[in-house]
């Protein structure tokens, strides 16, 4: 009798390779009537839990007090180097007119080359544009945990109507935002990072084949793939699982809800810090679940795309754990 099994791995986000930055790229951006940056970026920290009332209506322990594992990002204000305003054409957004403030950081110079002549913000609105979005650079070096001063660039779309939203886009030019000014306490949101590279794996760990036995490997071939195909075609096909590159991809996860927003990261972080990371010391937000990348990663915070249809009556946390996660 024949057996059948399902194919091992996920062919999904095939070919897996390195990530060419460290800074994920967001392809698409949810609308929103408010007048906001609908974009944020922090670094991660480590993780812990916290207790919190349920808020989620058609949950059994509604009302009640349950524990969550969260993941809590250092968030230092981000900067406005510059703003950009897109128009509609029949190849897709294009950008019409970019301008750059003067007041820009001496550590930016590091990242890419600064204009000489920021241009005419004033003649941003003539332009008849149908999208804002704002250059925007994080400030590592107001914190302790990332080991390094270079600032990483980013795009932001500014949300709300086209006149409205240019006009708060030239009101921050050259100045802070805060986490606060994006997102509240409860949003739903989107999280995109780069995962924890793993380097060079084989077919066993990187898509989930199994062993061999005795009976059908030769010697100390236990651990390769049972064939790489047919005679027919005369060619591997992309489709055989195969040894090569693990980890450090971009991966985004949708609909992370954000637990908390604080100013003072001391009152979350644990005794003795977190491990590889340290002692926050600038604006942090917590947020349900796991976050891909390692510590010290880079992570864009997004507005959700594709929000759940379940509802919430508002976030109510208890406790947050403060107890040392050096493993003692």
């Not at 064939?227 to 591997?236: A, D, Q, S, V, Y």
Request: proline letters at 6%.
């Amino acid at each position: 009798m024949k057996t059948h099994r399902p194919k091992r791995g996920s062919l999904a986000f095939s070919p897996r390779k390195r990530a060419s930055r460290i800074v994920p790229r967001i392809r698409s951006w949810p609308e929103c009537k408010e007048v906001r940056l609908q974009g944020f970026a922090g670094y991660k920290a480590g993780m812990t839990h916290v207790v919190m009332i349920d808020d989620r209506k058609n949950s059994k322990t509604y009302g009640e007090e349950v524990i969550i594992p969260v993941t809590i990002l250092e968030t230092p204000p981000m900067k406005v180097a510059g703003i950009r305003v897109y128009k509609e054409t029949q190849y897709g957004l294009q950008i019409a007119k970019e301008v750059w403030t003067n007041q820009l950081d001496t550590f930016l110079d590091r990242r890419l080359k600064i204009p000489k002549n920021g241009g005419d913000v004033e003649a941003l609105r003539s332009i008849e544009g149908s999208e804002v979005r704002v250059i925007t650079y994080t400030q590592p070096y107001l914190i302790s945990g990332v080991p390094k001063k270079v600032p990483d660039v980013m795009e932001q779309r500014v949300g709300g109507e086209f006149s409205e939203a240019l006009n708060y886009a030239i009101s921050k030019l050259g100045k802070e935002v805060r986490i606060s000014e994006v997102f509240k306490e409860g949003a739903i949101v989107d999280v995109s990072a780069i995962t924890k590279g793993k380097g060079f794996e084989g077919v066993v760990k990187r898509w989930g084949v199994i062993t061999l036995d005795a009976k059908h490997a030769r010697s100390s071939k236990h651990r390769r793939v049972g064939t790489l195909g047919p005679w027919l075609p005369h060619r591997i096909r992309w489709t055989v699982p195969q040894y090569g590159q693990m980890g450090f991809h971009q991966r985004l996860e949708f609909n992370k809800r954000i637990i908390k927003i604080g100013t003072n990261g001391e009152e979350v972080t644990p005794k003795g810090g977190f491990p590889h990371y340290g002692v926050l010391r600038s604006d942090y937000v917590v947020i349900a679940g796991t976050i891909p990348g390692c510590v010290k990663r880079l992570v864009r915070i997004r507005d959700a795309i594709r929000p759940p249809k379940a509802e919430f009556t508002g976030v109510n946390v208890v406790y947050v754990s403060t107890s040392s996660k050096q493993g003692k």
